[in-house]
């Protein structure tokens, strides 16, 4: 049984302490959507190695990994997280529950039809895209409302609110791939999905959110969050996603370069060995540290493409990002975030530390199959996936009973 408290007993209506927060709402499918993404994925990868017949999907598997990786996992952390920080952050009116209430019906009604309807009908996965976009339109409306009203907006949030207009796109993109089985289209919603939408959050976040919870854990700590951080992340991205788009790969150095070294720099000054004092905080910390691993072994794949034409690295990169930085930055906001709505201590213990440290190991594995030949590849790449999946069944083991219980201090929320 997980760590429980006595004052932590279920509501006595369930969907009352579901529905008291917005975070509650979408961390909880979200940490479902951890683990089913990844069973999903073994069970395609055991399929590759022999174990069972290929899964009879209606659509190729490797754009439905994209969209499940891209889309069906990391934004219903994100629009929690956002809905909750959003009127905090700039001073403005809290969102409504019938809009989070909303954002949560239809995003996880549409990603139960997208599951349903990869073994049933083209025409059922079409029918829940349309419904993760209209709860991306309601998700998007409620967080530009509060924007427009709030009295202490910043560049922040302005950027945010582009790159969730990109996310949106995203998702249309690979609607209309569904439609027309075009492949632009399905490179546009993954070029779209990570470049313009997925690394602009998750960096605008840390950006904001891990000087300040340094200065909070350590004693003497100087906070320092620089200014060109976000502008040189967005021209890199959107060079980097431009050069992918129009066939240039070999040039991506000229994005990818910049990029690593700022947040290598960012990963410096925010002092990074400093950050061992407090283990919540670390999870931050090295989370972030695999974007600047993850853009330097981009520049160096493009470097060494431009110079030999040969591409010596696949998707080494793409997991340390996807994995190591991504993955790795849901797990440590997550965690600290439920523990503080909880009324419980900002503490990692045991438990969540070995998560963070299950998705490390997923990525080192998942990096190490890739230099892998073979059926030997596939075992490594199947470890990968078992790790992670191991990793959320503990996380969610944990965690998932603390969106259905309420505050262990008594207070509302």
Not at 4 to 24: I, K, N, Q, V, Y
Not at 221 to 228: D, E, F, K, L, Q
Request: proline share 6%.
């Amino acid at each position: 049984m997980p760590p429980s408290d006595s004052a932590a007993s279920l509501e006595p209506g369930l969907w009352r302490a579901f529905s008291a927060a917005p975070h509650r709402m979408l961390f909880l499918p979200g940490v479902i959507q951890t683990v089913m993404v990844m069973l999903f994925w073994l069970a395609e990868l055991l399929a590759r190695l022999g174990w069972w017949p290929p899964l009879p999907l209606v659509l190729s598997f490797t754009p439905v990994h994209v969209f499940l990786m891209l889309f069906g996992l990391f934004p219903f952390f994100i629009f929690g997280f956002l809905f909750t920080v959003y009127p905090r952050w700039m001073g403005g009116a809290i969102i409504p529950a019938a809009q989070y209430v909303a954002v949560f019906v239809l995003l996880m009604t549409g990603m139960v039809l997208f599951y349903a309807g990869l073994f049933l009908s083209p025409l059922l996965v079409v029918l829940s895209l349309v419904l993760q976009l209209a709860g991306w339109a309601v998700a998007l409306y409620a967080l530009f409302a509060v924007f427009r009203q709030a009295p202490k907006r910043g560049p922040h949030e302005r950027l945010l609110n582009l790159a969730l207009a990109a996310g949106a796109v995203g998702v249309a993109c690979f609607l209309a791939g569904v439609v027309t089985r075009s492949p632009l289209a399905f490179q546009l919603a993954r070029e779209i999905g990570l470049w313009l939408f997925l690394l602009p959050v998750v960096f605008l976040v840390a950006h904001r959110m891990i000087p300040f919870f340094s200065q909070s854990a350590l004693m003497n700590y100087m906070m320092v969050r620089p200014a060109w951080g976000p502008p040189v992340m967005v021209i890199c991205v959107v060079a980097h996603a431009a050069f992918e788009i129009a066939g240039l790969p070999a040039w991506r150095f000229l994005a990818d370069a910049p990029l690593a070294a700022a947040a290598l720099h960012h990963s410096w000054v925010w002092q990074f060995r400093r950050s061992f004092h407090a283990r919540l905080l670390a999870m931050l910390h090295i989370a972030f540290l695999w974007l600047g691993i993850g853009m330097t072994l981009y520049a160096v794949q493009s470097l060494v493409l431009l110079v030999t034409g040969t591409d010596h690295l696949g998707r080494v990169p793409l997991h340390a990002l996807g994995i190591g930085f991504f993955t790795g930055m849901v797990v440590a906001m997550a965690s600290r975030v439920t523990l503080g709505h909880s009324g419980r201590a900002l503490e990692a213990d045991d438990l969540t530390w070995r998560v963070l440290f299950g998705v490390n190991i997923a990525a080192v594995l998942r990096i190490a199959a890739e230099f892998t030949p073979g059926t030997a590849g596939g075992v490594l790449n199947g470890l990968a996936a078992a790790t992670w999946l191991l990793s959320f069944l503990l996380w969610a083991w944990l965690y998932a009973p603390m969106y259905v219980r309420r505050r262990v201090d008594g207070k509302s929320g």
